[in-house]
């Protein structure tokens, strides 16, 4: 059975950093891109970062130079640290696995999800 677990999530400060970090089970995502995307109370899910299997990443425009996502390929894990958080950066992230190696923005183009992580930033 394939999993996606995401960690990291929790409480903190406008300003502040957090770590969020992805293992995936049941199967090697070798080729493929992953993702992470966001969901705030009454919005629709959304794009945050994509990452390939050799490194290349995409970014939502509001994250650009606050967020970082890297992964680890030997050790099935995704990660996405997050500086300078803000307010509206409150969401449950997901983290997904694309169904090809290529960086889309699109919640339909990934076949894989997690459950989603909590984020809160008090302002």
């Known amino acids: 059975q394939v999993q996606l677990v995401e960690s990291g999530g929790g409480l903190v400060q406008a300003g502040g950093s957090l770590r969020l970090s992805c293992a995936a089970s049941g199967r090697t995502f070798s080729g493929h891109a992953m993702g992470w995307f966001r969901q705030a109370p009454g919005k629709e899910r959304e794009f945050v970062a994509a990452?390939?299997?050799?490194?290349?990443?995409y970014y939502q425009d509001s994250v650009k130079g606050r967020f970082t996502i890297s992964r680890d390929n030997a050790n099935n894990t995704v990660a996405l640290q997050m500086n300078s958080l803000k307010h509206e950066d409150t969401a449950v992230y997901y983290c997904?696995?694309?169904?090809?190696?290529?960086?889309?923005?699109?919640?339909?183009?990934?076949?894989?999800w997690g459950q989603g992580t909590l984020v809160t930033v008090s302002s």
């Open positions: 997904a696995a694309h169904r090809t190696a290529f960086l889309t923005p699109r919640a339909g183009d990934y076949d894989w």
């Open positions: 990452i390939s299997w050799g490194g290349n990443t």
